[in-house]
């Protein structure tokens, strides 16, 4: 499992090092778990497309603190976004998760099934492993219920590219903070 320190750095490359780590959801039915494919940094103050431009929040409290959270939010006020806090207290980042590849459920934790559900985006995971705002500004921590592990998995590669969605952060929109790796080279 990761550890805490691995979130107290800056937020870019805690996103792409998250790449090809293993997601956990523990839920009274089971455990869920998919491989981390997509990601994007948000990172500082100055970052005009992270929530913390605009100043310290009820809402984003939690990205002022120590790395190693979950910050989730509600969007179109249907669907919830996982996000991974991270840096030092009193400087805000946080990684988006946009997406896992090959998902799957055990209700035993021991034998996993693959799902036909799609996690290809932020709104989907959260559906598929039931991530919803009851866990936000809770440690990502087995004791949480949703944790990461290194599995060892290699990359064959990622590409990085601007943010999605963003267009209203002026000179910030063009920062190549998105990571991917397509499933293939996984």
């Known amino acids: 499992m990761l550890e805490k320190e691995f ?8 996103a792409k090092d998250l790449l ?22 948000y990172h500082g103050m100055n970052d005009k497309a992270c929530h913390c431009s605009k100043g310290r929040t009820k809402r984003t409290d939690i990205m002022f ?15 919830h976004m ?9 400087f805000p980042g946080a990684v988006l998760i946009r997406g896992v590849a090959y998902p799957e459920f055990s209700k035993d ?3 996993f099934i ?21 866990l936000n500004t809770l440690p990502i921590h087995k004791i949480s219920g949703l944790w990461v592990v290194d599995e060892g998995i290699m990359l064959k590669g990622f590409i990085s590219t601007p943010r999605i969605g963003i267009d209203y952060a002026q000179e910030w929109k063009e ?12």
């Open 65 to 79: 603190k120590e790395g190693g959270n979950i910050y989730i939010y509600l969007i179109y006020g249907m669907y």
């Open 82 to 90: 996982l996000n991974l806090t991270t840096c030092k207290e009193n």
């Open 114 to 134: 693959p799902l036909s559900s799609k996690t290809d985006g932020p709104g989907k995971l959260t559906k598929t492993f039931q991530i919803d705002k009851s």
């Open 7 to 14: 979130f107290l750095r800056p937020t870019p490359e805690v």
């Open 109 to 111: 934790g021991q034998t």
């Open 20 to 41: 090809g780590k293993v997601l956990y959801r523990k839920t009274p039915e089971g455990i869920y778990r998919g491989i981390i494919n997509e990601t994007e940094a």
């Open 175 to 186: 920062k190549p903070w998105r990571f991917y790796v397509p499933p293939e080279k996984l």
